[in-house]
């Protein structure tokens, strides 16, 4: 990890939340060399870039957050709202790569 970092370590693994498997996400991982993740709302791009280095041992170019409402949802009379999330697409440096299939062995 950087020095000029102070995350920690514990803090670093709560940030991101699962990685996004989509149309979407697989069309942005093969044009741009990108990987889209949920992470938690409070979450900052430092942190993420922190958290996918330690993670994965990539090394992080650049990162991008999306804040995405939650659609309205009804059930007979009652209106509901399903939760709101943040996606974090990050840019890896030219060379790498993250296999998610490798990760769960």
Do not use: W
Not at 39 to 48: L, Q
Not at 53 to 63: A, D, P, R
């Amino acid at each position: 990890m950087n020095a000029n970092v102070k995350h920690s370590e514990e803090r670093l693994m709560k940030v991101l939340l699962a990685p996004v498997i989509s149309e979407k996400a697989t069309f942005v991982a093969e044009k741009n060399e990108q990987v889209v993740f949920r992470v938690t709302p409070d979450a900052t791009k430092p942190e993420i870039k922190a958290a996918v280095e330690l993670l994965f041992k990539v090394q992080v170019e650049s990162v991008q957050v999306v804040n995405r409402q939650g659609k309205q949802k009804r059930a007979g009379r009652f209106i509901g709202r399903r939760n709101h999330t943040r996606q974090a697409y990050v840019c890896l440096k030219p060379g790498q790569e993250i296999n998610f299939t490798e990760e769960a062995k």
